[in-house]
């Protein structure tokens, strides 16, 4: 429900001056209610053990904090501001953290407060029936022996993590929190592909239409995808910086042997932000196709019809001439002359059929 | 009254024409007078103590800035020179800052002037009825226990914060004076959100107009949305370089405690420079909209108009034949040969709209 | 004389080429002659003393030199290469500084030559008969104890500076050749805005021009005032980077004391860039504008006028119809028949005006 | 088959979403089938010996890789995931290097893995028959003493330096793998300047066509090499940056002699980029001759039909006059009416004329 | 020979693919054979001696080298790859340079081989016949006590330079090879000056073209000339960086009394990438001016023709009403009928031109 067109911008900011006026932390939930309940999930793991459990007070989650075993909580729906709060105060967030969670219209960004890494980033999803791109807040805190995950919506895409770890498959269960903060990320930045897949598609019906029948349509096809590309280059730009930093600052809670994960995605974020300019670069010139396209047919109708207008024209004044009633008009008295005159309008009408071909305008 | 279409920049730049010529530091107000008087109010605070108070003359507030008490002078009105020389003698402010006070043309910046701070910024308001942004000069300077704030105009927005501080809400009280001028310019960007909203709604406007009924008055719009969003981003780029400075350098006038709260505006300072972008993107790609969307409305119009005109004009040639006056013509002593001819006449316009039909011209 | 429509670039270059083969160091002028008489003038000060003496001959200004007084020369017109040649060996110039000071084609830039800064400046005019920007070439040498300032033309805007030294007005006979230097550069970037301002007004008439009758000279007028920010632009972007590294790079010949005077200058200089960008922005869309009014206007013209042809042929088909000359034609006997004729045409032409009603081609 | 138009894009990135989901480091290979079969050939060779063999089974060429010998192993065709699985156990290949072999989606880039440094190319192929770029994957792995090149098709262009290497032509029998790794990227880099000449060619032909007979199929043509050039800048872009990595940092695995050779692969690479960035500025000029020549060629056309349209109408209104029934029509009953109207119809035309061929509408 | 139009770009890069295949350092010709036949010239020079001569074999030249005297040996035609080859060996010069000077497809560039500085640089010449511009490479190797300049062509504009060595013109004599290799470069890069006037002057005349009568040819025109600033630009734009780096990496072999005129060059430099980047601009602006004459005279065409059209057409339907043949019509009995019907004609015609006068369509 994010890209509706015309409505979709504006309500994107209306949603912010909630807060303007406020004290600086005073924590509101910007943004649409996308879940209906919050639900938190929690998985615990190391080598042998796997455990999961949903609870339905975040409470319940804090008593395992400090055990040698590794937590991850998962929290879809953010919208009850009380459990932010309850988790800020017991892992100690910054206040303006804790703003930064509930506001969804958050920039990618990823900061080091000593004891945790806050990341944000921003997870796409491809709408199939209203055809357009939804971007839902995904905020990540990665402690020492603690990932904590947040959506806006849910995390079906986190699903596959979990179902890796419980099963053993990749490296999970020898590597620490870092490695499992990666994975998430790693999940977000591959899931851009599938999107990306998606308007590629219709990319290709766009321009099947603009070369087989090009209507006012297709024009307005273009502008929205023109305008999903600016608000996808928005939500992913910025990411790269966010890569970049937790791969070259090197902050303490992140170990060495991560590194490389990190520079794989990173690779892997260049390759969508390439991927988006080269989008728009396509688009770009996708509307000087329709353009000389459009123009294009018009001539041809244009020239085709006032040839024929154009011939026709000094035909008629010719009958017209025979038509007028002089007393004295002495061709037509000639017992030839109708034919004669007939004979006039088949040279005129051939010599400029003639000359137009020459000048090859038919 | 700022953006009133055409006479809006001649008039920012003429003012400053006064000045050539001048010694530098001479004072002159350089701007409209926006307030009717100028309105010198006094705020006193610790974590105990809070004391309001309206002065009618500036020299009233000087004996209170040596206590170890909070104080923060608030000056709407800059138009009287002679209220900011004595504010410079007194707190020894450099001849040229006080020239950039007065200058309401201004570039957003900021000043290490070793023991206070000066921040130039730009307020944003919208005027719903002229549907115009008005831009506005907010000049802070930050001592080590006080805060100076002055504008052109009233200043609304400030007053939450100083309920704030009364009603000891958010951790004002606990914080020097660093945190007031933090939450000054961050009411100042939180403002920005307001009018981006305000414009983000013109923008949905003109888009309906666009697909509804295009006319020259839309490209008015288009063409002064455009002209506004240059003006707002001139206002607001350099902030981004003034709150980063601001961050970084560490000026010793700001305590580390207060670098998040600077990052947190920061962060708010790149997403409204982001949005004019993404708004800029957007009406230029309105334009293309309008002109594809108006010649195609001509072409259609144009198309239809001439098929019919090119269908009767050869029909007209027709009959112009028989209505010659020709002694000897065969065809009309034939008593069936006006219906012959209306035969003829037909056929040749069902041919004709056969032909344009099959090759999509109608 | 500059910005005179097509004659201006090329004449610009043509001199140029007057030197190329010769010997580096080889000096010629190269600019057109502005003023009739090279006019050198002497003022010299300090705390106490002002002398101001004008002389026919640049030796009489030497034996001065060495004094502990400040010494001002100012030279009007520098196409006598003699006096450069002599200047330059009293006061031990480089040949090349020498040569470019006679190369009026020069772009903004400062050297520093360890006993002198040589600092080359773009002065503008607004000739307001011939509603153009005039360029001339200003030519600065700070030494310890002297400054020469070398014009092209005269030296109007110079002269408030002397006025100013003579009657002690501002902080001139307390501070060193260093700040006489600043004055100077300051009081040309200070007359830039003089000539922005005009160059707005005429943005603002040509504006209402293109709202009221956009004619082939407001795009005439369009591209011209775009050619002179274009030269605009070239002339005053490298001041940029020469106030920044006078202000950076703190030259022994500058004090401390003068660095926030230039930090003000360098404002200013950014203030006129981006108001130059501005401008730049605003006639690019001006030129939009002015496309879519005339393509406006015509489209309205063709569209009524096609529709009256359009409605007029086909009736002109039917009244042809009856003017045959078949011997039998049933109509033309019956009585009425004129009649319903003219009723047909009434309605084939109400018809049509309701059909191109209803389809808004009216 | 790379560049097929509409098609080209999505399959390019459809392949991606396979892995989306998967654990990082999940070999899957992405991209086309190229090679019917895997094939494997193995060079040895120092300053004396030079063995050449085609193995079967990749196992078949680990024993010789520790002897002193330098040993280059070439891989045509990628798609057996098992071969680099191998591969990748025995050399210590990183698993997300294999992955990137595998992935034939990737950026050009280089990894320094210590032991081993890993090079991605794209080597491009010119379709003569298709008139298309193709875009292939190359993956060279170069250790102290082996080299490991990969490619999806076959290695045509390789073919040569084997026979160098044989025939001791160069430099490479006294040079180490770093050589042979530089030589292998300089073949590649020597092999674009073929495809854009064949690019050049196009360009030429399209010209060709502009300035003779512009049609719709020209633009078209124009579109796709726009095209073609944003994917071919995709790919070569990058390569700056491996290149002058490889230059710059010097990784101990590349000799200091080796380094003039990688210099002159980065000249040559700019000079590719460079090109490509003019063949952009060619291309996207193209489109505007288009349209003004469309334009021109429509508005003669236009121009002419209109003159002739606009002469016999005025004629025809006085044939008109004179085929009117009025009972008291005196000019009828004259006997040199006829001959009359006749004058004043010749008089007309040739007035109009006159008039339009001053105006200069002929 | 150079821009020749279409053919320019093709033929340019053609010659490159003749070295695809081959090993690096293979020395080959690429380049258009411009000298009929090599000529070697050296001159040697110290304070006192002064020796030219003109030598068949390279071979000549050599046992001078180790002399204390200053040697310059120009060789204009570099086709002769056997010369190159005997030159390196002598010299020591490294394989891949060689290749570089027979190589005239190189960028500008500056490589610094230890006891030898190499220089690449573009000559631009203006043929006043074609009215195109034509690129050749200058290559000039400067060691300690030689210098040896390369040309494609003849090298005309160094025999100034030679001319001023000989009459002891200028400061050749009494300094070192290093200001010898700076007088070559600066005499180049003056005589860009010479080719910028030619290209400015046939703007002016574009200009001139566009205001007087613009057609299809001007487009034309202005595409060549777009094309030739591409390719200028091309050749210019790394020359910054070449000079830059010799100016601030201090080369050995440059002595420090050189460098204030290797910043003059840079300057120059600087000033002809600016006027270039003027001129681009200028240009593009024009086609905007062209695109608007050409629609503005055409709507004016049209606009007249439809008016005469759209007056006739209706007074032709009125004066066919009066040509049709029904037996009973009253008005064509009225004896006044004839001159009524002219009456309500001039009526008609009158009330539609003042209609049309009003709306200002004519």
């Known amino acids: 429900m994010f890209f509706c067109g015309v409505l979709l911008m504006p309500r994107l900011i209306k949603k912010r001056s909630k807060k303007a006026g406020l004290s600086p932390g005073t924590l509101i939930h910007i943004g649409e209610k996308r879940a209906e309940k919050t639900r938190i999930r929690i998985i615990e793991y190391d080598e042998k053990i796997f455990q999961e459990r949903e609870v339905a007070k975040i409470e319940e989650c804090f008593p395992l904090q400090d055990a040698p075993i590794l937590t991850w909580i998962n929290i879809d729906g953010i919208h009850q501001v009380e459990i932010i709060e309850t988790l800020g105060k017991h892992f100690g967030l910054h206040p303006l953290l804790q703003e930064d969670i509930l506001n969804t219209d958050q920039r990618p960004k990823v900061e080091d407060h000593d004891d945790h890494l806050f990341i944000v980033l921003k997870m796409l999803h491809y709408d199939d029936k209203e055809k357009e791109v939804t971007i839902e807040q995904v905020s990540i805190i990665l402690g020492p022996q603690f990932v904590i995950s947040l959506h806006e919506g849910d995390s079906d895409i986190f699903n596959l993590i979990r179902e890796r770890i419980k099963n053993k498959i990749g490296r999970h269960r020898k590597m620490g929190a870092d490695y499992l903060a990666y994975t998430l990320m790693d999940a977000i930045v591959d899931h851009y592909f599938i999107v990306l897949e998606k308007l590629g598609e219709r990319i290709e019906l766009i321009e099947e239409a603009l070369v087989a029948k090009p209507t006012q349509d297709t024009i307005r096809e273009i502008h929205k995808l023109k305008r999903e590309l600016i608000f996808l280059r928005k939500s992913v730009w910025p990411l790269r910086e966010v890569v970049n930093t937790l791969e070259r600052e ?75 009633n002089f007393k004295y008009m002495p061709e037509l008295e000639w017992s030839w002359g109708y034919f004669a005159i007939w004979g006039v309008i088949v040279v005129v009408a051939l010599g400029m059929l003639t000359y137009f071909g020459k000048k090859k305008w038919l």
């Not at 992140?254 to 390759?271: E, G, K, N, W």
């Not at 353009?291 to 207008?309: P, R």
Request: glycine residues 4%; charged residues 15%; aromatic residues 10%.
């Open 250 to 324: 090197e902050p303490p809670l992140i170990q060495v042997s991560v590194a490389p994960y990190l520079r794989d995605v990173y690779d892997h974020t260049i390759q969508v932000i390439e991927t988006i300019e080269t989008f728009r670069d396509m688009v770009s010139g996708m509307l000087d196709i329709y353009l000389s396209s459009v123009s294009n047919k018009m001539n041809e109708v244009m020239k085709v019809l006032t040839v024929i207008a154009t011939i026709f024209i000094p035909l008629t004044f010719i009958v017209g001439v025979y038509g007028m």
